[in-house]
């Protein structure tokens, strides 16, 4: 079946410019994840959707990022003003729900550059 | 606030058995112990998990000791589609949405 997809797979703006990456997770997977990973260093964790709520969003970095999904499927992480120090892959993931007995599904991830 | 310790990086031969370390003395008791990988553009794949037994699956597997401090993760056979970054996380139950990376061990497979 089809896994989770992202799209762009490559992003690449100017910086103060305004930016939205899309995550499809796998249908039917109610917690979805995103994530942070720049250049030599492990994903970092920035928010968390049960359905269509965030319940957790500690790990945006700043009010400049902001996440949605507001049918509880698809999700779109924003970010506005981006600065150079933004560039990063950006991945996504989901579960059927959350828990530690649920593997997280993760997509391909957005390569983001700001220059 | 890393909780595990691996090593940067290791070579493997194709076809002989890989054994991954990795360090987590300050695990608590209700914290598992889980690997990720991820081959080079792709996101994180899951591994294999536990909690104090040892475990077997398809892909790896998962031996703890009996202190829990360590853990090793092997792979019987390595192929060269095995070269990638390997992770060792541990998770903790009451908040068990996140995975909290370290810079995981390059393991490299060559001929």
């Known amino acids: 079946g089809a896994g989770v997809s992202q799209t762009p797979s490559n992003k690449v703006t100017e910086k103060g410019k305004y930016v939205e990456l899309r995550c499809d997770p796998i249908?039917?997977?109610?917690?979805l994840y995103w994530y942070r990973q720049s250049l030599g260093q492990g994903p970092e964790f920035l928010i968390y959707?049960?359905?269509?709520?965030?319940?957790?969003d500690s790990g945006l970095p700043n009010d400049r990022f902001f996440a949605v999904r507001p049918e509880g499927s698809v999700s779109t992480l924003k970010i506005q003003r981006t600065e150079r120090g933004d560039s990063a892959v950006y991945l996504c993931?989901?579960?059927?729900?959350?828990?530690?007995?649920?593997?997280?599904?993760f997509g391909p991830g957005t390569r983001l550059t700001v220059l | 606030d890393a909780k595990t310790t691996q090593p940067p990086s290791m070579d493997c031969a194709e076809g002989r058995a890989a054994n991954l370390p990795c360090n987590h003395s300050?695990?608590?008791?209700?914290?598992?112990v889980y690997w990720y990988r991820q081959i080079h553009s792709q996101g994180p794949q899951y591994i294999i998990h536990?909690?104090?037994n040892n475990e077997t699956n398809e892909m790896a597997s998962l031996i703890i000791t009996e202190d829990r401090k360590s853990s090793t993760l092997i792979l019987p056979h390595a192929t060269l589609r095995d070269t990638a970054v390997y992770y060792c996380?541990?998770?903790?139950?009451?908040?068990?949405?996140?995975?909290?990376f370290g810079a995981g061990t390059t393991v490299t497979v060559r001929a």
């Open positions: 249908s039917g997977h109610t917690a």
């Open positions: 536990g909690l104090k």
């Open positions: 996380i541990v998770r903790p139950t009451h908040n068990d949405y996140k995975l909290s």
């Open positions: 959707f049960q359905g269509t709520g965030a319940a957790d």
């Open positions: 300050t695990i608590s008791g209700n914290e598992y």
């Open positions: 993931a989901s579960s059927l729900t959350q828990g530690v007995y649920n593997e997280q599904f």
